[in-house]
């Protein structure tokens, strides 16, 4: 089945600087990428939509400026959170459709950031 | 607005047992109905999903779920639990084709732990 790849699988980094997270689809094109946010316990927050060739859009209360989204190419999209914060601490997963959206999208296995 | 309600935060049933956890949405038009599961720091692996036809729908690892139109539910089941199926499970839900390709709208999440 199709896969999405995630790097890193875990980060440590200090405050104030900054993190890029990559998610990748290893056997099929996606023209968009989901970005979500998984709080301890909680559900996923959609952060932002990635859409190849164009600018992401970003859902409502998330800083743009803040998690800047790259979608390079057709199996890669990067999250890089700029200035983090401990507060930014959370587990990031990607996911990605393949085609309709009637197929199952596949998820990435997640990023655990951690800001000291 | 679309929604979808997992009224359980918290499932616990013992081994052999059947279990069920709820689900149920409220969208506009049609909607495809999908499960996940979440082991820990992990990202999340599809289960099922109910797109049109049967409402009874087979999955992964023995689980199933059966879309009800009426009720608006489209609850996860299980004839016999096993301990390795103690996991978070999150149902969602997208809205088919003239959406936003591949957005899924998730349940907040119920946590199933299955007793020895």
Redesign the interface.
């Known amino acids: 089945g199709a896969v999405v790849s995630q790097h890193p699988s875990r980060v440590i980094c200090k405050s104030g600087t900054s993190v890029k997270i990559e998610c990748r689809s290893l056997d099929f094109q996606a023209t968009t990428m989901f970005w979500y946010r998984q709080f301890p316990k909680k559900s996923l927050m959609l952060m932002a939509t990635s859409n190849e060739g164009s600018k992401a859009t970003y859902e409502q209360g998330v800083e743009k400026d803040k998690f800047l989204i790259n979608h390079a190419s057709l199996t890669l999209s990067t999250l890089t959170v700029t200035s983090a914060h401990p507060e930014d601490s959370s587990f990031y997963i990607c996911s990605a459709p393949p085609g309709t959206s009637t197929d199952t999208q596949y998820f990435g296995p997640g990023t655990r950031l951690t800001v000291l | 607005a679309q929604s979808v309600a997992q009224p359980e935060d918290q499932v616990n049933v013992a081994e052999g047992n059947p279990l069920t956890v709820k689900c149920t949405y409220s969208v506009s038009g049609n909607p495809?109905l999908?499960w996940?599961v979440q082991y820990p720091?992990?990202?999340?692996?599809?289960l099922l999903?109910y797109?049109t036809g049967d409402n009874l729908v087979k999955g992964s690892y023995g689980f199933e779920a059966e879309f009800n139109k009426s009720q608006t539910s489209f609850h996860l089941k299980k004839p016999s639990a096993l301990v390795s199926d103690s996991a978070?499970y999150?149902c969602a839900v997208?809205?088919?084709?003239g959406?936003?390709?591949?957005?899924?709208y998730?349940?907040?999440?119920t946590?199933l732990t299955v007793w020895p």
């Not at chain 2, 997208?94 to 084709?97: A, C, E, I, Q």
């Not at chain 2, 959406?99 to 899924?104: D, F, M, N, V």
């Open positions: 495809y999908f996940y720091n992990r990202g999340l692996q599809f999903k797109i978070l999150f997208s809205l088919g084709r959406s936003t390709l591949g957005r899924l998730f349940g907040r999440g946590q």
